[in-house]
């Protein structure tokens, strides 16, 4: 994607995203990798309602600050995900309500955290990888996300919150949202007798629909 294009998709992505609840005060951050290996990310501190497309942070494919404010200070969880996935354009981190509470529950899966609750979660999620706590700006954080990223396009980050890949901004930012009402669901069902899909019907959709 072209520069300009990009900062007008990142503001209107993160004005979505804000609108429905899934960035609260200034949390998440958003980037985007452009056609020539920048980055486009949301600054530090900001809110992802009420974006400037001309104070995002842009970075040369060297790692130099080029332009606009401040990128996130999460900005190393962004290279960690684009080193591990090559194919992916653009990173969504948020830190929405029922997915950062799933996040917090004991006992998840570290390969595999969220079971198969709808066939939309596995098509759109895949299997969704857990990372220990760090404190924000951990570079460890990152660390350990670039070491499960290359199995995984979506991650969650242990009493943190979501992070997720994708080849376009729409379907990073899709993957989030699914994210959230999946974890949702497995927090409205937690303590029931759940029938989840079936190992067969898990292995078909992931054929028919690889992440």
């Known amino acids: 994607m072209k520069e300009r294009k990009g900062r007008a998709a990142l503001c ?3 004005a979505r995203l ?7 005060g200034t949390s998440g951050n958003l980037s985007l990798r452009l056609d020539d290996g920048a ?14 497309p001309d104070a995002l942070a842009l970075i040369t494919p060297k790692g130099v600050h080029h332009g606009g404010a401040p990128p996130t200070k999460e900005q190393f969880l962004h290279a960690a995900l684009y080193a591990a996935r090559p194919q992916a354009t653009a990173i969504v981190h948020l830190h929405s309500t029922y997915a950062v509470a799933y996040a917090c529950l004991r006992g998840l899966r570290a390969d ?16 969704v990888a857990l990372v ?9 954080l990152g660390t350990a996300v670039g070491a499960v990223a290359a199995g995984h396009h979506a991650v969650l980050l242990a009493n943190h919150g979501p992070v997720v890949a994708g080849p376009s901004l729409e379907s990073a930012a899709s993957a989030a949202e699914e994210l959230e009402e ?3 669901l497995l927090l409205i069902v937690r303590g ?20």
């Open 112 to 127: 595999d955290a969220m079971p198969a609750i709808t066939p939309y979660s596995v098509m759109r999620l895949g299997r």
């Open 18 to 24: 804000a609108a429905r609840g899934l960035a609260p």
């Open 39 to 52: 980055l486009l990310l949301t600054p530090t501190n900001s809110s992802l309602g009420d974006l400037d």
């Open 192 to 211: 029931s007798d759940v029938e989840l899909l079936r190992d067969a019907d898990v292995e078909e959709l992931r054929r028919m629909f690889p992440s």
């Open 132 to 140: 220990p706590y760090f404190r924000p700006g951990d570079p460890r």
């Open 12 to 14: 209107r992505v993160g």
């Open 182 to 184: 999946t974890a949702k």
